[in-house]
């Protein structure tokens, strides 16, 4: 297969060394495509990608690890791919879904995947209510656009849950309000599902003081055995984004396993190394069994 990494950090990120040597290794070829230098002939009959100067050819697969901070204009690209029948690991329609976490939130609450409370407004007045919504204090309170725990905030008290929910107005910023997982102890589950199935499991603690568990933030990773309600909640939260590789973050309330998020790019350093699986490896020969010119879901649509 020849197959493209969609990304911008090269080699500078382990999961993208790592997916460049278990594709070679399997005796492909995959190489780098700068997600922001690419440019597009969008109109044309017969659709393609550019990279300076040149149009690139075709490929079998792409792999899409498009940053947080360029959804947009990576899935356009990704979208051109698509219409030229290249088979994406994650469709751009997916990834775009799973990147807005209010809408995820209310694709998943359909398909009956438990969830944390969660309250969503833009108006200012009945600030009250809408911390009654996820039962008061404590709370956390997450900017929509946040990636890394960088956009969350714990409210211990009501009066502290007022003033951060007025200050997040005045910024006009987009947030969601939700019932604070106490009994989770600042630990997280990560389940890595491929193609409808947990290829490997971890639990993410966070730092002495800290709940945010995310091992930017200093979380630490362990191997851990997940519940079938577990496997299958993870299961289900991917099918139910459309996702072929996801990452699964579950949180261990006292009314069952609750989804934080589904996210479309997962890193494979905690994970590999965490539980000693070879993940990329698995990404490769699902692409190997799935990648046929033509076979994505949507082929760039909806
Ligand atoms: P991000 O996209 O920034 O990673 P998350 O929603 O995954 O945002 O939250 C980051 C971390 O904060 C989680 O991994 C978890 O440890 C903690 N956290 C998030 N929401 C809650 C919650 N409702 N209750 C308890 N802890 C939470
Ligand atoms: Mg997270």
Redesign the pocket.
Known sequence: MRIALLTRAKDRLYSNRRLVEAARARGHEIEYVHTLNCYMDIASHSPSVHLGGQELPFFDAVIPRIGASVTFYGCAVLRQFEMMGSYPLNESVAITRSRDKLRSLQILARAGVGL?LTGFAHSTKNTNDLIQLVNGAPL?V?VLE???????VLAETQKAAETIIDAFRQLKANFLV????KE?G?A?IRAFVIGGKIVAAMMRK?AEGE????LHRGGTASLIKLTPEERSTAVRSAKRMGLNVAGV?I?RSSHGPVV??VNSSPGLEGIEKATGKDVADMIIQFLETNAKPKRTRTRGQG
């Open positions: 944390p956390v997450k946040g990636t890394q725990g960088k956009g969350i939700q019932e604070f997982i989770a600042g997280d966070a709940f945010r568990s995310n973050d949180l934080m998020e």
